[in-house]
């Protein structure tokens, strides 16, 4: 019927060529259909494969495209990590205990709202055991791994997310962001990775870890997904309790403005001592592009991501006091250990975090006074090979899991607004990601500068060779 | 602080609090998890905030 490649494609292009009819969202979810069936069991990257209903809403597409019908995201493939409901299916959160509670009796809000825009959800995608992980390593479900290169993590928590669109089974997913769960496995597998605002996304409807830091937001190939896909997630949900009373925030229109009159700077201090030489070449790469001559330093940033790791601690070993009481032995080792740690933390700690937590956020907004844009790496370095226990940075030696995400973990803290962008360094065999942060509620800013880096070749994310 | 930090007993003393149950081989583990909390802990009880510097929150009654 066509030469349209919906593999190599982005979802932009597929909608595009979906809307026009030269292609159908049958093709283009059968496509997904056979490249999951292709390639799953060597990467592990879903968990559920939906294909009967998958197939039967993209013949509905079709048949409303014919009618003319707007949807932006028509015949568009797409998965969520397996703690956002999907109806009919029990949200298994990365858990050997969640999979037998009932199924879903309605899809999570933000899958609804893809749905509503004519994408085809294909699947429920590998995760971290309740999210508690940089990894995308799971005992109960088998450890998701890089397409880039199969012996490395894809990263977490949002692994199977990262795995299923930098290998090209779907062109976008959904994960979930506590404290970098989303940008992480964008720097390993190489994608475009948006952390929204906290509280600009409804998160009703999937399962959480730390409510005062979850946040849920898209990965991609392209920066102009990213936005597509924003706008359509975008709306009022009094299901969410944190959800802010905030305007559509328009993010796709505003792309063709690029970098023009921003302000960006880099960020010196913790995010360099801490850095690899790859994570710091990739930042001065992105600054030079940009034009980022200035280097700032976030002070207190060492802080700010003690204040998560305690905030997180506490209010996940609380989420999941009677789980991790009653039956302990059907945790993941890797997460049961830290969830028993975390209850047994005194009230005096976690409230001096939360305190801290409004101070660190004044500080920040009266940085972003002077700048629209602060850069840092995403992570301090490329995938690690799988089962990486510890790692030694700035000659200190300390675990992996808990560490991945020293540079993501500060911004979550107090919920601004970051795209993970994706670079490949001349010669290199893996890529890694910048962290491209806006002031809270200006995601368009973020996503400007990310599709700049995209059009003019800095940034990109191939779907790996496989 | 945690230098002086006794997380064996921290752990034992809130293990019979809590009513769980940690088998001796994760015990290591637990231990060490709570002592990194512990020094995230101490740098943030460390840091001087104001009076006035409240928690944020988004109860709304």
Not at chain 1, 23 to 28: G, K
Not at chain 1, 321 to 342: C, H, N, Q
Not at chain 1, 399 to 421: D, K, Y
Request: aromatic share 8%; charged share 20%.
């Amino acid at each position: 019927m066509t030469s349209f490649d919906s593999i190599q494609a982005d979802a932009t292009a597929i909608a595009d060529s979906v809307k026009t009819t030269e292609l159908t969202a049958t093709h283009t979810a059968t496509a997904s259909l056979d490249r999951i069936k292709q390639l799953n069991q060597a990467l592990g990257a879903f968990t559920d494969v939906i294909e009967t209903k998958a197939l039967s809403d993209a013949q509905e597409v079709d048949r409303q495209v014919a009618t003319s019908a707007y949807l932006p995201l028509a015949g568009v493939p797409f998965a969520v990590k397996n703690l956002f409901d999907i109806e009919g299916m029990s949200t298994r959160a990365g858990s050997k205990i969640n999979r037998t509670n009932p199924p879903a009796t309605a899809d999570a809000f933000l899958v609804s709202r893809l749905k509503s825009a004519g994408a085809i959800l294909t699947g429920g995608l590998n995760m971290g055991e309740y999210a508690y992980d940089f990894t995308g390593e799971n005992i109960h479900d088998g450890n998701c791994l890089n397409p880039h290169d199969t012996s490395r993590m894809a990263g977490g928590s949002s692994s199977g997310s990262g795995s299923s669109v930098a290998s090209g089974m779907v062109p976008i997913a959904l994960g979930s962001d506590t404290n970098g769960s989303i940008r992480v496995p964008s720097s390993f597998c190489g994608l475009f990775g948006l952390k929204p605002t906290y509280g600009r996304l409804s998160r009703h409807g999937t399962f959480p870890f730390v409510g005062s830091l979850d946040h849920l937001g898209p990965m991609a190939r392209s920066a102009r997904d990213l936005a597509l896909v924003f706008d359509v997630l975008q709306g009022p949900d009094p299901m969410d309790p944190a959800q802010a009373d905030k305007p559509f925030l328009a993010t796709t229109t505003e792309l063709r403005n690029g970098i023009e009159g921003l302000r960006i700077a880099t960020a010196g201090g913790y995010f360099r001592t801490n850095a690899e030489p790859e994570a710091l070449a990739a930042v001065d790469a992105v600054a030079a592009a940009v034009g980022a001559s200035r280097e700032v330093e976030i002070p207190e940033a060492a802080r700010a991501r003690a204040a998560a790791y305690v905030i997180t601690a506490s209010e996940g070993a609380n989420l999941h006091f009677d789980r991790i009481r009653s039956r302990p032995e059907d945790f993941d080792p890797d997460t049961r250990d830290r969830f028993l740690a975390g209850t047994m933390i005194p009230a005096l700690w976690v409230q001096q975090a939360h305190r801290f937590r409004s101070w660190f956020r004044d500080l920040m907004s009266k940085m972003f006074e002077e700048f629209d844009i602060i850069l840092t790496p995403t992570t301090p370095f490329t995938s690690l090979p799988s089962d990486t226990k510890t790692i030694t940075l700035a000659g200190q030696i300390m675990p992996a899991r808990p560490n991945i995400g020293l540079f993501t973990q500060p911004i979550s803290f107090i919920g601004l607004p970051a795209v993970s962008v994706p670079i490949w360094l001349e010669g290199a065999s893996l890529p890694i990601g910048v962290q491209v942060i806006a002031p809270a509620w200006r995601e368009d800013l973020a996503l400007r500068v990310a599709h700049h880096l995209q059009e003019i070749g800095v940034a990109k994310a191939p779907v790996a060779a496989l | 602080m945690s230098e002086t930090f006794d997380a064996k007993a921290h752990v034992t003393h809130m293990q019979a609090l809590n009513e769980l149950t940690i088998e001796d081989d994760w015990r290591p583990e637990v231990e060490a998890h709570i002592t990194a909390t512990k020094k995230a802990a101490d740098l943030l009880l460390s840091f001087p905030l104001d009076d006035a510097e409240e928690a944020a929150s988004v109860f709304v009654p």
